[in-house]
């Protein structure tokens, strides 16, 4: 189960920042074609790597992504507006909200997989083979 958390948790590192340009990650938050962008890439990402990481079938893998795509979606709207409205006014409550929006995913993330895929996790992910 920890292997299955330390898998979530890279999965969104990769597809929540790694995969996002410095253009978007500022733009995202002021122009929704930027947040639409981020989260296709973000979902796109989730689709192709979760049935192989995280031991779900291709079908489940998609509506897992699905879900939590429109559920990132949704925190980084708002997340984002808070964060125009904070930026170079505050930065300890602008960084608490950064926290709070990276928190936020990883809750749902893990959350919505054991939700929906109990034994899921007891399968063999690409990390616990051999």
Not at 36 to 52: N, Q
Not at 72 to 84: C, E, N, R
Request: no cysteine; hydrophobic share 50%.
């Amino acid at each position: 189960m920890i292997k299955t958390l330390v898998v979530i948790f890279i999965l969104h590192v990769f597809a929540g920042f790694f995969l996002q340009s410095n253009r978007i990650s500022k733009l995202k938050r002021e122009k929704t074609r930027y947040l639409l962008e981020h989260v296709g890439m973000y979902t796109l990402a989730f689709i192709i790597l979760s049935p192989v990481l995280l031991g779900l079938t291709i079908l489940q893998g998609l509506i897992y992504s699905l879900i939590n795509g429109v559920l990132h979606l949704i925190v980084d709207y708002f997340t984002g507006k808070l964060k125009v409205k904070l930026i170079g006014k505050n930065e300890v409550k602008y960084n608490l909200t950064i926290a709070m929006d990276y928190t936020i995913h990883l809750v749902i993330l893990v959350s919505t997989y054991f939700y929906m895929y109990p034994d899921a996790y007891k399968a063999l992910t690409f990390w616990e083979r051999g």
